[in-house]
T-cell receptor, first 113, second 115 residues
Framework: EDKVVQSPLSLVVHEGDTVTLNCSYEVTNFRSLLWYKQEKKAPTFLFMLTSSGIEKKSGRLSSILDKKELSSILNITATQTGDSAIYLCAVVDGSSNTGKLIFGQGTTLQVKP | GAGVSQSPSNKVTEKGKDVELRCDPISGHTALYWYRQSLGQGLEFLIYFQGNSAPDKSGLPSDRFSAERTGGSVSTLTIQRTQQEDSAVYLC?????????????FGEGSWLTVV
């Protein structure tokens, strides 16, 4: 059964810390991996990764995919209280044309002042 | 529209009643998804529409759940004879199909409470 596993499930840090969130996957027909940030109800898109070893950056956030290890990491440097959220990793299932997303459980990040 | 629009944003209904949740995807997006997120749980896939193809209904939890998409745009998720375990946030998402993957954009969700 295809699955996506995130770790840790929750994390508490202080402002200024750097955090690394992990996502590993077992998906028969991998197409791409996406990271989302969920603060209230709707997840907001962060990154889409399709190629191994190419880092994507957006401000203090960066992410990279390792297809050999079937994993991805999301890094947040100089964390701020506004980074507090659930971070979701999802893999696009390419086994059909549906592009269905398989989500991990999420990592709940709390950044304390 | 500029983003995925869902309505209502909040709905409280009595057990046994039917509810309809509406989703208006981003203009030009051919793919539309419904997901459900219960309190403290991950996102659960419900149903997927792509153009005129038959929808992928593999995630619908029971025959009380159904969805349609008229004219390839707006979608309605219907839950009949609601139960308390149906209480959740129902998220709609849309995307345009790409060759290497999809960037899927979510609406704000409809928070359903069954009392």
């Amino acid at each position: 059964e295809d699955k996506v596993v995130q770790s840790p499930l929750s994390l508490v840090v202080h402002e200024g810390d750097t955090v690394t969130l992990n996502c590993s996957y077992e998906v028969t027909n991998f197409r791409s991996l996406l990271w989302y940030k969920q603060e209230k109800k709707a997840p907001t898109f962060l990154f889409m990764l399709t190629s191994s070893g190419i880092e994507k950056k957006s401000g203090r956030l960066s992410s990279i995919l390792d297809k050999k290890e079937l994993s991805s990491i999301l890094n947040i440097t100089a964390t701020q209280t506004g980074d507090s959220a659930i971070y979701l990793c999802a893999v696009v299932d390419g086994s059909s044309n549906t592009g269905k997303l398989i989500f991990g459980q999420g990592t709940t990040l709390q950044v304390k002042p | 529209g500029a983003g995925v629009s869902q309505s209502p944003s909040n709905k409280v209904t009595e057990k046994g009643k039917d509810v309809e949740l509406r989703c208006d995807p981003i203009s030009g997006h051919t793919a539309l998804y419904w997901y459900r997120q219960s309190l403290g749980q991950g996102l659960e896939f419900l149903i997927y529409f792509q153009g005129n193809s038959a929808p992928d209904k593999s995630g619908l939890p029971s025959d009380r759940f159904s969805a349609e998409r008229t004219g390839g745009s707006v979608s309605t998720l219907t839950i009949q004879r609601t139960q308390q375990e149906d209480s959740a946030v129902y998220l709609c998402a849309s995307s345009s199909m790409g060759s290497s993957g999809n960037t899927i954009y979510f609406g704000e969700g409809s928070w359903l409470t069954v009392v």
